[in-house]
């Protein structure tokens, strides 16, 4: 059996502490074969399609597309972040501190940077929030890919992008560990709100063990159940809560990607 929570950068020693007391408590419930440590995947994609998983967390673009029928949705947390609000999110356009530009129009026949291409948050959100101020098909003048949010962030500080979105919480997290790059940053604006990071389960997860995954996971983040710790640990990743949702809550990611193709937007 496999767990992990990959996607956010998440201090270390606080997502021990949250393990260890959901881990306890699907013991409670009777979940057999947990994992002592959580695992930190390599390859994502054939992590989260493994037969074993009992829970990781995915993106919602992947979700709705690559792992539409493989995979099981548990849900999405809450996070006190500017951004957010319960289980949805969004990304927030990062530019360097002495940009002229403030504002996303202005940012016609720029350099933007992604992460990756079957990101919501770095590519999708971007995509969407430029295809109505597109051109012949195209915005920016070049779409950079950096291979990590981390890294796009290094690129628009050091001038080898002018512009990035970034999901909100793994921005405000990486403020935190990174403050020489995000002290040369500022934010213009978020994009639209999308539902969080999904957290996922194997499609072969029974419905009991779903239903179980369910209530430990809202029982963890709830604050009449958590010991100090646990308490300290939540607080450092900025969890609020959890909100059980399904496959169909992430159609829109793909929906929305589907409709800038229609719409003409190209490779920006």
Same mark, same amino acid.
């Given at each position: 059996?496999?767990?992990?929570?990959?996607?956010?950068?998440?201090?270390?020693?606080?997502?021990?502490?949250?393990?260890?007391?959901?881990?306890?408590?699907?013991?409670?419930?009777?979940?057999?074969?947990?994992?002592?440590?959580?695992?930190?995947?390599?390859?994502?994609? #054939? *992590?989260?399609?493994?037969?074993?998983?009992?829970?990781?967390?995915?993106?919602?673009?992947?979700?709705?597309?690559?792992?539409?029928?493989?995979?099981?949705?548990?849900?999405? =947390?809450?996070?006190?972040?500017?951004?957010?609000?319960?289980? &949805?999110?969004?990304?927030?356009?990062?530019?360097?501190?002495?940009?002229?530009?403030?504002?996303?129009? #202005?940012?016609?026949?720029?350099?933007?940077?992604? +992460?990756?291409?079957?990101?919501?948050?770095?590519? *999708? &959100?971007?995509?969407?929030?430029?295809?109505?101020?597109?051109?012949?098909?195209?915005?920016?003048?070049?779409?950079? =890919?950096?291979?990590? *949010?981390?890294?796009?962030?290094?690129?628009? &500080? +050091?001038? #080898?992008?002018?512009?990035?979105?970034?999901?909100?919480?793994?921005? =405000?997290?990486?403020?935190?560990?990174?403050?020489?790059?995000?002290?040369?940053? !500022?934010?213009?604006?978020?994009?639209?709100?999308?539902?969080?990071?999904?957290?996922?389960?194997?499609?072969?997860?029974?419905? !009991?063990?779903?239903?179980?995954?369910?209530?430990?996971?809202? #029982?963890?983040?709830? !604050?009449? +159940?958590?010991?100090?710790?646990? *308490?300290?640990?939540?607080? !450092?990743?900025?969890?609020?809560? =959890?909100?059980?949702?399904?496959?169909?809550?992430?159609?829109?990611?793909?929906?929305?990607?589907?409709? +800038?193709?229609?719409?003409?937007?190209?490779?920006?």
């Amino acid at each position: 059996m496999i767990c992990a929570l990959p996607m956010y950068p998440f201090p270390q020693d606080s997502l021990r502490v949250f393990w260890a007391a959901l881990r306890a408590s699907l013991q409670q419930a009777g979940v057999d074969g947990l994992p002592q440590k959580l695992s930190q995947p390599e390859d994502l994609l #054939e *992590h989260w399609q493994r037969g074993d998983l009992l829970l990781s967390q995915s993106c919602g673009y992947p979700v709705s597309t690559l792992l539409s029928g493989k995979v099981q949705v548990v849900g999405a =947390f809450h996070f006190d972040v500017l951004g957010c609000r319960l289980s &949805a999110y969004s990304s927030v356009l990062l530019v360097r501190k002495d940009e002229q530009r403030t504002s996303l129009p #202005e940012f016609h026949d720029a350099v933007a940077v992604c +992460n990756e291409r079957h990101s919501q948050s770095g590519f *999708h &959100a971007l995509r969407t929030a430029v295809a109505s101020l597109a051109r012949d098909g195209r915005f920016f003048s070049q779409v950079r =890919f950096s291979g990590a *949010h981390r890294r796009s962030a290094q690129m628009v &500080a +050091n001038g #080898e992008a002018d512009i990035a979105a970034l999901d909100c919480v793994s921005a =405000f997290l990486l403020r935190q560990q990174e403050p020489a790059v995000f002290e040369r940053l !500022a934010a213009i604006g978020f994009t639209a709100s999308m539902p969080g990071l999904p957290l996922i389960t194997a499609l072969g997860t029974s419905a !009991a063990v779903l239903a179980q995954l369910r209530q430990a996971l809202s #029982e963890c983040c709830q !604050a009449q +159940n958590q010991t100090p710790a646990l *308490h300290a640990s939540l607080d !450092a990743m900025c969890i609020t809560g =959890f909100s059980a949702l399904d496959e169909s809550d992430y159609r829109i990611c793909a929906a929305r990607a589907e409709q +800038n193709t229609k719409d003409g937007l190209a490779d920006w």
